[in-house]
């Protein structure tokens, strides 16, 4: 059976692991860079889902 001593070791450890790990997440998170293969245009209204159709500005042509 586990004792107190050694639950309670058990979650400091379990929780100081878990808290590394989100802050290691969140430092590879913020210097990712981005893909710039990885941005597509939208070539129709109806291409994916909740798309939305390009603003164009009065006299500029696409």
Do not use: H, R
């Given at each position: ?20 790990m989100?802050?290691?997440?969140h430092?590879?998170?913020?210097n ?5 293969g990885?941005?597509?245009k ?7 889902v909740?798309?939305?159709k390009p ?7 696409q």
């Open positions: 059976m586990i004792s107190d001593s050694q639950l309670y070791s058990l979650a400091i450890f379990l929780g100081s692991a878990a808290m590394l989100i802050v290691l997440y430092f590879l998170e913020i990712a860079q981005d893909d710039a990885l941005e597509t939208l070539t129709s209204e109806k291409a994916g909740g798309a939305v603003v164009t500005v009065a006299g500029e042509s």
